[in-house]
């Protein structure tokens, strides 16, 4: 009997041993996980097959976001170096890029990245629609979100306010779509992408 006893207070011994171990790696798991990712996530599925696991699906990350609103920042400030009547296409060629990187941060960026396309679509039928025809093509030094060069058409500068403001009516609506997030974990996010889209109307408005 006494054996038996000392068996199981062994066999109780092993038991929460294991259990503090299993305990400890999946904090050091979770710890590592976030100092990598951030707190953000996705809630799409989980290291388990769950649908509702916050901790293993960190697929929006503060990093990821910053690189979005960094590459649309960047085509601003390119796109403002040009002459007025060449910025709206410049930013569709610049939301088109943007577009590109952001789908391949993930699922969670998809929508941003089908949005940002829109936009850059938008764009560039305002172009179609005021083209100047006569004017040459401003070449593009390079910025450094893209790796080649790019050519830019004009608009009729008899047309650029009306062209301006139908390019600030796209922006508007792509602004909109990013601030209508379904997620709760995406929304703070695609808030701070909406705020970057928003600023390109600083370009025409200066026009």
Known sequence: ??????????????????ILTSGLAVSSSVIGTEARGGPFYSGRGSHLGGATDPVFTLVVSDGYTRSIIARINDGNSHCSSLEPVYRIDCLRASYEWVAAQAERLGPDYREAATILNGLSRDLGRVVDQ??????????????????TDLEYRAVRRSDLAKANQQAQQAIDKAVNALQRAKSAALAPHYQRIAQAVASSKLLLRSA
Do not use: E, K
């Open 1 to 18: 009997m006494a054996a038996f006893g000392n068996r199981h207070h062994r066999l109780a011994r092993r038991l929460c041993v294991f």
């Open 130 to 147: 005021n083209l100047d025809r006569q004017a040459p093509r401003a070449r593009s030094p390079r910025p450094t979100i893209r790796r």
